[in-house]
């Protein structure tokens, strides 16, 4: 069936350090890929998609590409903010959404 | 305004107690879903609803109950809570006819505690 693997958290980071969390998938098909994050206490947003091939999401800084040769969707940000400290869920599409196990990330000052 | 809203936002509860939680979209979806949350994060798909019609039906307790009474609105209905039940449930919507390939708005959840 179709599942997610997301890196194992938690990851802590310094303002301003590069941020990469891995997601493999498996599916049938060519499902769309999500990223959804979760604030402390709130539900879950949409980060950003991708629904074929090659694509790349993009939003507030963060940015994830659809590989289909790797079977992955790695999100990547540039410069991390105290404000991004979050859960971060890797999903799958299809019937219902499928999620990864979720990375705590932590962003000190 | 609020796309998905749930109600109550904390729940807590002694065993044995039976218990509902509402759950409503202004978005126009006609799909929507129960997820559970577990202590470790983990997510976890209970049920889906297409246009007030069952569509997915997890490996979920019977004293788990959803009720549609239109494709607005999606409550869940738990009976004879247990300790273990003691997670936080997402409710969410999509467009589609239960397939998720197009994006799922969810709700700020409901904390259950059952003591």
């Known amino acids: 069936g179709d599942s997610v693997t997301q890196m194992e958290g938690p990851v802590t980071l310094s303002e301003e350090a590069f941020l990469t969390i891995n997601c493999t998938y498996t599916?049938?098909?060519?499902?769309?890929l999500f990223w959804y994050v979760q604030y402390p206490g709130e539900g879950l947003q949409l980060l950003l998609k991708?629904?074929?091939?090659?694509d790349k999401g993009s939003n507030k800084g963060f940015e994830a590409t659809y590989r289909k040769e790797t079977t992955s969707f790695h999100l990547e940000k540039g410069s991390v903010q105290v404000s991004d400290s979050a859960v971060y869920f890797c999903?799958?599409?299809?019937?219902?959404?499928?999620f990864g196990e979720g990375t705590q990330l932590t962003v000190n000052p | 305004d609020t796309a998905v809203s749930q109600t109550p936002k904390y729940l807590v509860t002694q065993m044995g107690n039976d218990k509902s939680i509402k759950c409503e979209q202004n978005?126009?979806?006609?799909?929507m879903y129960w997820y559970k949350q577990d202590s470790k994060k983990f997510l976890k798909i209970m049920f889906s609803?297409?246009?007030?019609?069952?569509?997915i039906n997890e490996t979920v307790p019977n004293r788990f109950s959803p009720k549609s009474p239109d494709k607005a609105h999606l409550n869940l209905h738990i009976n004879s809570l247990e300790l273990g039940d003691s997670a936080v449930y997402f409710c969410?919507?999509?467009?589609?006819?239960?397939?998720?390939?197009?994006?799922?708005?969810f709700g700020q959840g409901t904390r259950l505690t059952v003591v």
């Open positions: 969410a919507s999509s467009y589609g006819t239960g397939v998720m390939n197009t994006e799922a708005f």
């Open positions: 599916a049938t098909g060519y499902p769309s």
């Open positions: 991708a629904t074929k091939a090659d």
């Open positions: 999903a799958l599409g299809g019937s219902r959404l499928t």
């Open positions: 978005l126009g979806h006609d799909t």
């Open positions: 609803y297409n246009n007030k019609e069952l569509i």
